[in-house]
Every structure is written in structure tokens, then in C-alpha cells.
């Protein structure tokens, strides 16, 4: 079993920066791939980016390449994701959640067990 905790929404101008933490619990998280997700209002919620259990691999949708990092502590129990130039468009709520399975796509909603509650984030134009 993982529990996930996001924070550090909130409220940010066009062009501007927010970082993101998922603190996990469970003896499993190093050895778990993590994943970022979104959801906008009337929309379906889509993959952001991902990381594999050592962070040597990551995996990024193609609209916010360059602009964010995913990354994790194993020691702390907690992913990132570090936003910056930040869009009108990236307004969503986002959440982190630990893959189901190795063999499963990490760009798939389907292939994550568990999810956080979720964090606002608001970027204004």
C-alpha cells in the first residue's frame, strides 16, 4: 500500500515558477515508478510526466518539455516537479501517483495504483 500527499500549488503569473512535492509512505516507493498527472476543468485527466525507481529515466508530455523536471529522493520518500514558464494552459489540478505495475505504460492513467488527493495549480494570464 502507498499514500501520496501532494502540495505546493497555488496561484502564479504567466512565465512564473512553482515546485511540486509528492511525499509517499510505504516500503515500496524506491522501487516504484511515479508519475505526475493533470486535470482541467471538463477535461479528462492527462499524463504530465514520469520517473522511473532510480531516476534515471524520465518521461515528459511533449507540451511542457523544457519547462518542467521531474524528480525524486528515495531517501526522503518524495518526487518533484519543478514548473516554470509556467502557462494559462497549464492551469489544472495535478496529481502524483505510483505506477501498478513494471510492465505497464507509464503514460497511461490505468497503469497507476494510487493517487494523492491533488493540488490546485492556478497560473494567471
Known amino acids: 500500500q502507498v499514500q501520496l500527499v501532494e502540495s505546493g500549488g497555488g496561484l502564479v503569473q504567466t512565465g512564473g515558477s512553482l515546485r511540486l512535492s509528492c511525499a509517499a509512505s510505504?516500503?515500496?516507493?524506491?522501487?516504484?515508478?511515479m508519475g505526475w498527472f493533470r486535470q482541467a476543468p471538463g477535461k479528462e485527466r492527462e499524463f504530465v510526466a514520469a520517473?522511473?525507481?532510480?531516476?534515471?529515466?524520465?518521461y515528459y508530455t511533449d507540451s511542457v518539455k523544457g519547462r518542467f523536471t521531474i524528480s525524486r529522493d528515495n531517501a526522503k520518500n518524495t518526487v518533484y516537479l519543478q514548473m516554470d514558464s509556467l502557462k494559462p494552459e497549464d492551469t489544472a489540478v495535478y496529481y502524483c501517483?505510483?505506477?501498478?505495475?513494471?510492465?505497464?505504460?507509464?503514460?497511461?492513467?490505468?497503469?497507476?495504483?494510487?493517487w494523492g488527493q491533488g493540488t490546485q495549480v492556478t497560473v494567471s494570464s
Open positions: 520517473i522511473n525507481w532510480s531516476g534515471g529515466n524520465t
Open positions: 510505504g516500503r515500496t516507493f524506491s522501487s516504484t515508478t
Open positions: 501517483a505510483a505506477r501498478r505495475s513494471p510492465f505497464s505504460s507509464v503514460y497511461d492513467v490505468a497503469s497507476y495504483a494510487y
